[in-house]
């Protein structure tokens, strides 16, 4: 899976409630779901990232690296 669209499909989005006689509008709210969450069971012989660039990205396995994009905050991109 592509890098970037790997970031993306981690990321879920919900519409909280908004009451009626809430003055400010209603706001989408984002979350990450870590790729670990959809992992049943860590096979053996995944790829395995070089040992400069795991260090960099914080995993060994690309299967499980996350992006955690700098400034991303809820609802705004």
Known sequence: MEE???G?????Q???YHSPFDPCP???KRYVVPPNQMMTFQ???LKQYS????????????DLY???????REGKR
Do not use: V
């Open 4 to 6: 970037g669209k790997l």
């Open 8 to 12: 993306e499909s981690q990321w879920r």
């Open 14 to 16: 919900y519409q909280p």
């Open 26 to 28: 209603p706001r989408a």
């Open 43 to 45: 096979s053996s012989g």
């Open 51 to 62: 040992p400069h660039e795991a260090l960099r990205r914080g995993t060994l396995w690309p």
């Open 66 to 72: 996350s992006p955690y994009p700098y400034g991303e």
